[in-house]
T-cell receptor, first 112, second 116 residues
């Protein structure tokens, strides 16, 4: 069964800290992996997409890595800010067709 | 270039009524996906549609739920005879194609369905 797991479920850090969110998936034959941000009552914003042939992607203070052999991805957030507070979702695509398998998310709170 | 538009944002229905959720994909996108987020649960895939065709409906409940994406107009997710367990946030996403491993899905803001 294809499953995606995210730990921790919730994380609270002081402003300025660097932090790592973890995502693991059971089937390594992925098409791509995406990290999303979800703010309360709102939709999902795509942060980073890592293709199956890539090992990492960077955008500003965000860096996502992918290790297919171990079934893991990490999202690294540098110099966290209160505006980063949101739920971060990891989602895996196993084939063409848009059927993303989502993790349960990590709820991040960055305290000023 | 407007994003994925969903309406209504909030929909309240009584048990037994019908719910119709609409989704207009981003301009130039011909692939539409519906996801459901139940309380305390993660997002779950429901259905994938291309213009006038259902490509994958493996996540759709077998009864009461249907989806369409006509040649003209928005995609519609229809829930007949709603029950309290249908209360959830329903998200629509769209993409230009599915051929590239670099193709992102863009999500709408969702419709929050509440069944009384």
């Amino acid at each position: 069964k294809q499953e995606v797991t995210q730990i921790p479920a919730a994380l609270s850090v002081p402003e300025g800290e660097n932090l790592v969110l973890n995502c693991s998936f059971t089937d390594s034959a992925i098409y791509n992996l995406q990290w999303f941000r979800q703010d309360p009552g709102k939709g999902l914003t795509s942060l980073l997409l890592i293709q199956s042939s890539q090992r990492e992607q960077t955008s500003g203070r965000l860096n996502a890595s992918l290790d297919k052999s171990s079934g893991r991805s990490t999202l690294y957030i540098a110099a966290s800010q209160p505006g980063d507070s949101a739920t971060y979702l990891c989602a895996v695509l196993y084939n063409q067709g848009g059927k993303l398998i989502f993790g349960q998310g990590t709820e991040l709170s960055v305290k000023p | 270039n407007a994003g994925v538009m969903q309406n209504p944002r909030h929909l309240v229905r009584r048990r037994g009524q019908e719910a119709r959720l609409r989704c207009s994909p981003m301009k130039g996108h011909s692939h539409v996906y519906w996801y459901r987020q139940l309380p305390e649960e993660g997002l779950k895939f429901m259905v994938y549609l291309q213009k006038e065709n259902i490509i994958d409906e493996s996540g759709m409940p077998k009864e009461r739920f249907s989806a369409e994406f006509p040649k003209e107009g928005p995609s519609i997710l229809r829930i007949q005879q709603v029950v309290r367990g249908d209360s959830a946030a329903y998200f629509c996403a769209s993409s230009r194609s599915t051929r590239s491993t670099n193709e992102k899905l863009f999500f709408g803001s969702g419709t929050q369905l509440s069944v009384l």
